[in-house]
């Protein structure tokens, strides 16, 4: 059976205070709305559609760069997540099989419910995803009669009774699609918050004799975000979950609690991870490599072997090979850095390749940027470059070739040669004593004098 998403994201979420549309404040670095895309991604759907409303064309941006093949429609009007859902009525015009409601500020979900949902479907007409609330606080409630669902009652509208059950609604579901949208078609919007309720659609569907139920889940699964300070729960529930998983696949943290993980770091078995480490997204690192106590990585691959810090940063487009090394105080960006290379010190290595086995001497800077354009710099293999040596790129340093201790390098260094480019040294005997005899009176004079 086909399935189709609908994932609704036009709200403003007042309660964030920000410019930014809710669903697009990130946890781990990746935006809610991209966490819902994933978990429905389970589905392998054949058609996503995003309803944005509040900052439409940034969540478009932020939704096709997920997934390209997702359709964007407008809810110009937040009348209600009934209302929400159908503006996705055109998008997924000729489309025969399931549609699955998620919400993009929802970010828990996992693949599996939906399949859960998706299964219960093969005997019911419509799915709701429920939870049993700690807090029921202003939830949709499920009435239940039996493994039947009859209705679903919101906070607002709710009896005392109602308002007792703690069986509660999490905004997803799952039905045919022109079941759905047939029942959508016939919502009201007559209740205490004049709005077209997607709710209500249980009670219609019950009204023509098809069979309805719920399919349960955890509670923080729904995890809903409506506040910052809902947004930095999410993240440390999402934080706490990622390390357990990394535990449990051979990973060395060796203070979990400190190491900061995006949605999509990817890191192999064996591999240590010292204290306070922060992952951006992009990161892959592979088997048996060390990343050293307080180094910033985002876009990056490491490879099996490689040793990065303690406090280096490697900025997107870093491509470390086996055994390279990268240490203190290191910023690698857009740069190859080939089997056994070192940059050890110091250093800033960017739009460049350096060759295999070559060593970095330390502060050496790559400078890549005229103010206007950037510039590449080639390092060849077995290299040596000498302590502060300036690589005035476009520039390239032939295999086995070295650079004096200083230098500014201008023009290409052919392979085997020594570059040296700075002033001659020259000694002058006893002028240090001089120097310092001089300075001394002149300080005296200086103090006398006030
Ligand atoms: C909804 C449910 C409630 C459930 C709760 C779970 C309804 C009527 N109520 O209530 O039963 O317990 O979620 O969190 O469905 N949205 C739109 N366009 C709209 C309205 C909403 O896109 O016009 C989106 C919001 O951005 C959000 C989601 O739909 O992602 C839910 O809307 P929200 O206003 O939070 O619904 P609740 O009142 O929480
Ligand atoms: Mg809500």
Redesign the pocket.
Known sequence: MSSALV???????TRMNSDMP??LHPIAQAPMLVHAMRAGRALSPERTVI????GAEAVTKAALAEDDGAQVVL?T????????VD?ARTALDGFEGDVVVL????PFIRPETLERMIAARAENDLVILGFEAADPA????LVMNGDRLER?V??KDANEAERAITF????LLACDASTLFDLIAAVGNDNA?G??????VVELARARDLNVTAVACDEAE?L?V?SRADLAQADAVFQAASRGALLEQGVTLMAPETVYLAADTVIGRDTVIEPNVVFGPGVTVESGAQIRAFSHLEGCHVSRGAVVGPYARLRPGTELAEDAKVGNFVEIKNAEIAEGAKVNHLSYVGDASIGAKSNIGAGTITCNYDGFMKHRTEIGEGVFIGSNTMLVAPVSVGDGAMTATGTVVTRNVEPDALAVARAKQDNKPGYAKKLFSMLRKKKENLSKGS
Do not use: M, P, W
């Open positions: 994932i609704l994201a036009a709200g403003k979420g809710k669903v309803v944005a409303g509040h809810q009007e937040q009348l209600g997540t009934a209302h929400a503006q919400y993009g500020d929802t202003r939830y949709g409630r679903i919101e906070f509660c609604n999490s905004g918050s709005e077209y309720y997607l709710t209500d729904t809903g409506n």
